[in-house]
């Protein structure tokens, strides 16, 4: 076990081949010297939809719980939907059966939230006593998510396209050739089952937001309102009503799409644990992750990919298929990872995938019978192949919701208006959190801090690794390691410094958080006196140059897709969240290594903020915290390039929230005029019995009075 003296000292063979140590001169702190260049992977270009998402299986199944429910966590936050929504009464309308021999086909629409209205088409079977089907059974339902065919449910391929598909004996006729979409839905109608086709946002009959628009500003990343997370809250709105017939059997359940409708089945069968069955086609793979706005948000694939995604869904019976497009590796880079993680279940029968690729991106009879045999064997108990039959299309006009006698709901709200709404709601489910005891605390830090965590994406790490160094040097009186750390698993590396003086003990330290970073620390070689005060009373202080600062600035800005920031922000953290990240790096180094009996925390300036994030998700590890709030506001935000983008901070409640989740620790802010951070912190810190441990000043203070507090 190393001394906290040793810490600071660590042998210097820890170093990178490539790393030397800095000679004094106007910056004492450097660690990369003589054209040594950073090593941080997040330094290079953002992480796209396009790149490589291996699934990595933890080792037990105990170890994969643990993980799947802290990804379950993040998918719901994502989405916009933690906590869950208000299931408000659908008042569906079903009418107007159209009766095809076998089944019915009728006409839906409901209200998934007051004033947005999801469409589709309900196939019924009729009595089948060929397959003990009774007219009064209870019968498996399934959810059928479209993708990005044109028109979606009214989709008609044409007859190019279906001669193509004949020729290559990819369809059997051209009524299945120009309208898989209607011929899926009648199959597993005439086999049994009740189901539900459905609109994604923007398609067919479901035209009040146009697809791909209304979500692309900062005020709708700050509160993670997003096309997708509208479209996710749809199927699961969707299955309510399915779920909800007369003549469901509600406990099998199953859901099947492809390409982006692969992307809502496996979202939603990660999502809701009444699906007894999945069958995602052509989507899930280690290649792109899905390219439209609908299949993407900020915070959802940070960490994470397609296949540990669908993984989520395990040990139920859940099959794909692959085509020559994007899934075309899935065989070897995802299946057998799925498998692994099945097998941990005993469960590994349960899990199937299988690649046509002498076809390209396509739900064509061989994937469709495909799953017409899982649905049957998982969902009715019979292990039979399929042969899909021909069938009679109907003109998409007879399909349509709409009619003289069912004209568009009055109500129906544009993208607008509907997150208007939705910001109403969202508040005041907020609002009705703030606790006014200990229990009631523990219910918000339970949602708000969830939130935070997978807003950064990071939590206190519980093991870090020391990259390179410590390179020691004596600067004005003190002793001072400059090093490189970083996380064990990750390939961060952030360079930083810790000096302490002779009265260091090892008792005490402070990790300091400063817009220079690490060169903060000293002036002409001198200490500023903020950090004499501190090391003359017997403290180390460690100063990290956090992402884009210090020696860890960007060779190129930091890239924000201006399209659609969830195809940034959906994949990376922001870079404040990437800021918190690594102080709550340097906080593990000041718990795990330096062992610390106290550890304090300070945010200067603008990274006062960070350290009110960093001190909110390592609980009380941290002792005492000073921030300056620096009269920071998140909802002031317009731009989605803001260095200050949190996506989701908003909807929680700002700083505010950020600063309660800090309760019962000794907290310091200042200038905090205008930053409306006190009702929430307030009401927490009461909670906790604490509310002494608040100290709150709206000017700013000089570092001497920072320093005099963090003294007492």
């Not at 999801?118 to 009729?126: D, E, F, I, T």
């Not at 598909?165 to 309208?179: H, L």
């Not at 960007?554 to 195809?567: H, I, L, M, Q």
Request: glycine share 10%.
């Amino acid at each position: 076990m190393i001394s906290r003296r040793e810490a600071l000292a660590l042998p210097a063979a820890l170093a990178l081949p490539n790393v030397t140590c800095a000679a004094d001169g106007d910056d004492p702190t450097r660690v990369f010297t003589d054209g040594k260049k950073p090593t941080d992977v997040r330094l290079g270009p953002p992480k796209t939809l396009n790149d490589y998402f291996p699934f990595v299986v933890p080792k037990t199944k105990e170890a994969w719980e643990a993980r799947r429910k802290q990804l379950r966590e993040q998918l719901l936050v994502a989405n916009g939907m933690w906590p869950l929504p208000e299931r408000t009464p659908l008042n569906a309308t079903v009418h107007g059966a159209c009766d095809m021999g076998a089944y019915t086909i009728e006409k839906v629409f409901f209200a998934s939230t007051p004033g947005h209205y999801v469409c589709g088409n309900l196939y019924r079977p009729k009595a089948n006593p060929d397959r003990k089907v009774g007219g009064d059974a209870k019968r498996p339902g399934v959810l059928f998510a479209h993708g990005h065919w044109a028109n979606g449910r009214f989709h008609d391929a044409g007859e190019a396209a279906a001669k193509k598909s004949i020729a290559d004996k990819g369809e059997p006729d051209t009524d299945r050739g120009r309208f898989f979409m209607q011929a899926l839905p009648a199959t597993l109608a005439k086999l049994g089952f009740v189901v539900f086709q459905y609109d994604m946002v923007g398609y067919a009959d479901s035209t009040a937001i146009p697809h791909r628009e209304g979500f692309k500003d900062a005020e709708a990343e700050l509160r993670l309102q997003s096309q997708m997370g509208l479209q996710t809250w749809n199927s699961l709105r969707a299955l309510d009503f399915l779920a909800g017939l007369p003549d469901v059997d509600p406990e099998r359940l199953g859901m099947t799409g492809a390409s982006g409708g692969g992307t809502q089945t496996f979202i939603t069968a990660a999502l809701d644990d009444r699906l007894s069955a999945a069958f995602p086609a052509v989507m899930v793979s280690t290649g792109m992750q899905g390219g439209c706005v609908c299949e993407n948000c900020s915070l959802l694939r940070v960490g994470t990919g397609n296949v540990e995604i669908a993984a989520l869904f395990g040990p139920k019976p859940q099959a794909m298929s692959a085509a020559n497009d994007w899934t075309k590796e899935m065989m070897t880079k995802g299946y057998p990872e799925l498998q692994q993680l099945y097998d941990l279940y005993g469960a590994k029968d349960k899990i199937a995938v299988r690649a046509w690729l002498e076809y390209g991106h396509q739900y064509n009879v061989h994937a469709r019978e495909m799953m017409y045999g899982w649905f049957l064997k998982h969902l009715q108990g019979k292990g039979e192949e399929v042969k899909e039959p021909p069938f009679k299309p109907v003109p998409v006009k007879e399909l349509s919701v709409f009619d003289d006698k069912h004209p568009r709901p009055k109500d129906e709200l544009n993208a607008k208006a509907l997150r208007t709404a939705l910001t109403k709601a969202s508040d005041e489910q907020i609002a009705k959190l703030l606790p006014k005891d200990a229990e009631g605390l523990k219910a918000y830090r339970e949602v708000v801090g969830t939130a935070l965590r997978a807003m950064v994406s990071s939590e206190l790490p519980k093991e870090v690794a020391v990259r390179g160094g410590p390179f020691e040097s004596k600067v004005d009186g003190l002793t001072m390691h400059r090093a490189i750390i970083g996380r064990a698993a990750d390939k961060d590396a952030v360079p930083g410094c810790g000096v302490f003086g002779p009265r260091f003990t090892g008792a005490k330290a402070a990790i300091w958080l400063h817009p220079r970073g690490k060169a903060s620390l000293f002036e002409n070689g001198k200490q500023v006196p903020a950090l004499k005060a501190l090391t003359d009373a017997g403290f180390a202080v460690v100063a990290p140059d956090l992402l884009g600062t210090g020696e860890q600035q960007f060779a190129k800005p930091f890239a924000v897709d201006k399209g659609f920031a969830g195809y940034t922000y959906g994949y990376n953290r922001s870079l404040l969240a990437n800021r918190a990240h690594d102080a709550l790096t340097y906080i593990g180094f000041g718990t795990s290594m330096l062992k610390a009996k106290t550890l304090a925390l300070v945010g200067w300036d603008e990274f006062g903020p960070v350290a009110i994030l960093a001190k909110a998700l390592a609980g009380d590890a941290v002792a005492k915290t000073a921030a300056d709030l620096n009269q920071f506001d998140f909802a002031k935000i317009t731009d989605t390039v803001d260095p200050m983008m949190l996506p989701g901070a908003v909807k929680y409640g700002g700083m505010g929230a950020f600063l309660a989740l800090c309760a019962p620790g000794e907290v310091l802010v200042h200038n905090h005029k205008g930053t409306e951070t006190g009702r929430a912190s307030r009401a927490t810190y009461e909670a906790a019995g604490a509310a002494n441990k608040l100290t709150r000043s709206p000017e700013k203070l000089a570092p001497a009075k920072v320093v005099e507090w963090l003294l007492k």
